[in-house]
């Protein structure tokens, strides 16, 4: 998910949600959950967030929706320093899958 943030200081939750296409109450449990996003408060009281908060929500949302992190496995990834781009999900995976699912297929047969 390719995206391009309108050059402006701060968005708000409206405008964030649609960005990441999630429903607003998404935003507000995952900063909730990951410490580093801070939005700023308006003095009416609402969330604004910088580029950097929407650029972290993007990258949460790839880690948990496209990559299909759990929330600690995001945040175990997030805390890690020099963090390199996620694995991504393939053929390789599916063919050590069956590999491993032909093994355990074997053992339960020498067992059972």
Do not use: C
């Amino acid at each position: 998910m390719d995206v391009i943030l309108p050059d402006k200081a701060y968005f708000r939750i409206g405008e964030v949600s649609k960005i990441l296409q999630v429903k607003p109450y998404v935003v507000r449990f995952w900063e909730t959950e990951f410490k580093t996003l801070k939005p700023v408060r308006a003095t009416s009281g609402h969330r604004l967030y910088r580029k950097k908060d929407v650029e972290m929500l993007l990258l949460i949302r790839k880690l948990l929706y496209e990559q299909r992190f759990t929330i600690s496995g995001a945040k175990q990834y997030l805390a890690t320093p020099n963090r390199e781009e996620p694995p991504a999900r393939g053929k390789s995976d599916q063919i050590r899958l069956v590999e491993i699912k032909r093994v355990l297929t074997g053992i339960r047969d020498l067992i059972g």
